[in-house]
Structures are given as structure tokens and as C-alpha cells.
């Protein structure tokens, strides 16, 4: 067994930079490279370009890093666990053993599928699940009909089966994202899968490294502590045999690696914290333990895990309408009322009732809308947005745009051709019982032949199905703080806190983290869900919900229905509502000054 074992990621999201891969390899030890390319939005892609050439679904960028890496990975005995594979992970599995066979390496390559079961939802509905969206409890009945892809979140037992058979490079379909880290522990260490703390761990790690550069120093509220922003340096785990680990980088790359950083990107894309769900493990983010441990090194330690459950999570995509979108820029004196007169003409003359449009200042208040000062930009480019089952609605909508060029204001200019009319898929995310989902896992050989395949039953025996209630209302009693005085000063928000957002469907979360414990039991007091919900009015229909984490000084704010259906089916040009974390830290607070000045001498 090894005593130390380094995972590192290359990728974050299907578009990421394409020369990680290769600075990962190059840049020092390391014995795994993980790659995550999925999301909701990319499997609705990947489905809509399978729909046009059957051959596809996989994601194209994997193929092109094994082409430019494959001799590298097999020197440098380094294994490669991806879900590339997308909705095709066969296909995708056989073009990389053509490329090892044209370069004469000898990789072994093994295909994890079995997630896929779009063929057999009239086997489960109705007689054996009602696949009820979890998220808005809607009938799955409603859109049966017109359902194009249903995905299984797979777990580790069918890669650790892969890394079994002696696989170098496992292309897997739609596992969850931080499987493919918990798989090489087990694998290496020897965990038992009902080792719920170990592999709650494993989790995490999986967690801070999964979205690539995020943790490294990427979309970082300091920003400017960072000097060097080429070479960006990508993250590693060195775990231990106890479940401990350090995250880091390699030596001489770009970005950096603090507590900081970490902390921003374990509130990323989070819920409950005190339950986090995966197919392996219900890990409990309040229980997370951080230390500095030395330059560019975070030591992370005291994770608690709780069994998992007898359900998988299930992403479905189905067709739901159509889009389309214009853009026109308008600059110099008066931009933003020239702007509002030619939305105003443009929506008025095209004089159809659409089931959603959306008009949009871009460089103006787009992402912020009435959060942000008005201040009068040199130049704005106006999007307007419509969406319908109607598709004449739409093509109308797009002849619709040109014919303002010249019939408005002043300072316009074209920015594009005619609209496109798109294909709506939008998001179901439902639950199936694992004892209906078997995966397969495929070993090839040069030629792309099957091997040896190895069918993996989903229920390990160690699952239990717990009913969670909330933990807290949203917002427990602050605690008090006593200050020798009354007076303030004011602040932005991003002087005493960091922050960072994303999304799940319809539903954004905002991370905020305090700079230090005084300033955490100050904005418990201040950051509540009323002034959540006033300030983001103009974008959240639903509740607000706050969570705490005192371990990592932390609210976790989730904002329902507050983006205009999330994913594909979103008109907001913020369709996952990245950008709201930094619309919460441009606020003013006043902050007593005694406390304020407790952190500046810190």
C-alpha cells in the first residue's frame, strides 16, 4: 500500500484549458489525473449533437489531449480517469485505443457505462418509479413524451472495478464528479466502502479539486494576490492512508493555494452542508477542518461521513421549446436611454405574446440589475431574449432585430447576423433505486475489442435511506457581540468577507465567508435572509435559505427559482448566477470600527 498518493486535476468543465493536462503531467510527481467535464448544460450538448451524428456524444477535447499526451502519461506511469465519455463513452473509449495503437503505446483502456437509460424508462415508469422531479415535485408524466436523455450519477465501485482489471485510462459516462477522486483511495488504500469518514473525505477532496483552477486561485475574491496569471497552476491532493490531505500545486505555476482559496471553493455549488449527498457517501461539511501547511499547501483533516442511500441520482434532458437571442450595440452620450428606446420599438413593433422575453443592459446592469449604481456607460449592448414552443414566434422574433439598425437613435452598430433559433433542453433531475441500475465495465484491447467486461451491481449492502430534516430554520439566533463603542465605518462587503456562487437548476447558492471569527458573528447578525431576498429582488421568485458552517466561518445562502429556470431554458446572459457573489460583495455595510480595525491588524 502506498503511503501517499497524488491526484491531480486537469480540467474543470468541457472548455477548460486544454495544456493542463500536460502541465499537470510535466510539472512534478504525481499518480493519477482526474478530469471532469460534465454538467446538466454540457449533457443537454452532448445529447443535442449525438441527435445530429449518432457516432458523437463524447466530448471531442479528451481525444485531442490523449493525441498530444499519450506517450507522456505512459513515461511518467501516470492513470487517467475522466467522464469524457459524456452519452457515448464506447465510442469515445475505442477512438483512444486507435490512437495508442497508431502510436504503438501499450495503455490499457477500460469504458465504464450502464448509465445511460433512456431505453429503459418505460421498464421503471410507471410500475416501479415515479422519477418526480426533485426539485420542483412536477409529474414526470408531463414531459415523458419528449424526454431525449436520462443519465445515471454513477459512484466509485465500477472504477474501482476498472482500476481493478489494470485499466490506465477509465472514460467513464455520467459518474459523479467526485468519483472519479474517491476511486483511486480505495483502490490504493484499501478503504472499505462502508469506511463512511474515509470516503466522505475522499469526497471533499474530490469536491475542492473537481472544478479545476477554482481552488488554485481562479475566480478568487483577493484576485490581486495573485502575480502570476499565465502557467495557471492546477490543483493537486496528496492523500494519506488515514484520509487526511494536503491540497497543492506543482512548483512554478501560476495562481495559488490558501486557506482562502479553499475555503471560497467548498462553498461552491453547495446545499445543506451538514448534508451532502453523493451516490458513495452523505459527507458533513461542518465538520472540515483547514490548516496552512506551508507555501501553497492546505492541510484538510476531521471529515464526517454517513452511510449512502438506496438511490441514484438521475439527469434528465427533454425537449422544451425554443430560443433565441439578438444583440445590437449602442454607444456614446445618453447609451442607456437610446438603449431602453430601441428595446422599447423593438418589442412594440414586433407585437407577439411570447411565453418568456428578457431585454438586457450589458455593460449597464445586466448581471446586477438594480444592485449596482447608475452610472452612465460610453456603450451598451442591448440583448433581447425570447422563448416559446412556437417556433414561427421565434423566426419572426429574428427578422425582427436588423430592421432597428436604421429606424432609431444614434451610435448603432451590427454585432451579428440574423439570431439562431435554438432547441430548448431543459433539466429533470429525478431518483432511481439503486437496485434497478447495474454498470458495466469494458476492458479493450489495442484493436478497441472487448476483452473482458465485468457487470457491477449498484447496491453494495451498506446503504441506508435516511429521512433528513432540516437542520436549522435558515437562520438561528445570531450571536452578540460586545464593542467598547457605537461607531462605524462603511464597507464594501468584500473588505471583511469572500464569497462565491453557483447554481443547481433553478436554485443559486452564495458562499460567504468571513475574514475572521468577529467579523463571521457579525455578518450572522447582519447577512440575513430578508436582506438576501431585498437585495436580489429583481432575480429570486422563491425562498431564501441560509446555512451556517462555524468551521469555516461561513453562511451558505440558497436563492430559489432565481434563475428564470436555470441551465439551457434560462434567457439571463448570468444564466448560473456566477456573478452574484460578487454583486453581494460590492455592498456597503457599516461595520462597527472597532471590529474592522481588529482585522486590518490581523
Known sequence: MKNKLRIANAGGFWGDDLSAFRRQLEGGEIDYITMDFLAEITMSILRKQQLRNPVLGYVTDFIDQIEENAELIKERNVKVITNAGGINPGKCGSIITEILKRKNIDLKVAVVDGDNIIENISEYYPQKESFENLETKENFEQIQSRVQSANVYLGIPPIVKALELGADIIVCGRVTDTSITIAPMVYEFGWQLNDWDKIASGLVAGHIIECGAQSTGGNFTDWKLIDKWDNFGYPIVEVFPDSSFVVTKHDNTGGIVTVDTVREQLVYEMGDPSFYISPDVIANFLTIQLADDGKNRVKVWGIKGEPSTETFKVSMAYQDGYSASGTIIISGDN??????????????????????????????????????????????????????????????FAKGIAPLILSGPPGVAV?????????????????????????????????????????????????????????????????????SDNETVTVKLREICLARSGDKGDVSNIGVLARSESIYNYIQETLTREYIKDLFKDFCKGEVIRYEM?????????????????????????????????????????????????????
Do not use: H
Open 335 to 396: 447609451a442607456v436611454e437610446k438603449a431602453e428606446i430601441f428595446a422599447e420599438a423593438f418589442w412594440t413593433r414586433i407585437n407577439l405574446e411570447f411565453e418568456k422575453t428578457n431585454t438586457e443592459f450589458i455593460g449597464y446592469n445586466a448581471c446586477q440589475k438594480s444592485m449596482v449604481p447608475e452610472i452612465e456607460p460610453n456603450e451598451v449592448l442591448l440583448k433581447l431574449s425570447v422563448y416559446d414552443n412556437d417556433k414561427n414566434k421565434l423566426t419572426e
Open 415 to 483: 454585432t451579428g447576423g440574423r439570431p439562431r433559433i435554438q432547441n430548448v433542453m431543459s433539466y429533470w433531475p429525478t431518483l432511481i433505486s439503486k437496485k434497478l441500475i447495474s454498470a458495466k465495465v469494458a476492458l479493450l484491447d489495442r484493436n478497441g475489442e472487448i476483452v473482458k467486461t465485468e457487470i457491477v451491481e449498484s447496491l453494495t449492502g451498506y446503504e441506508q435511506n435516511p429521512i433528513k430534516a432540516k437542520t436549522s430554520d435558515g437562520q438561528r439566533k445570531p450571536v452578540i457581540f460586545k464593542t
Open 550 to 602: 462555524d468551521n469555516l466561518l461561513a453562511l451558505n445562502f440558497l436563492l430559489e427559482k432565481s434563475l428564470d429556470g436555470g441551465g439551457t431554458k434560462s434567457l439571463m446572459i448570468d444564466a448560473q448566477g456566477k456573478t452574484f457573489a460578487s454583486a453581494l460583495l460590492n455592498q456597503k455595510l457599516s461595520v462597527p470600527k472597532e471590529l474592522f480595525e481588529e482585522l486590518n491588524n490581523n
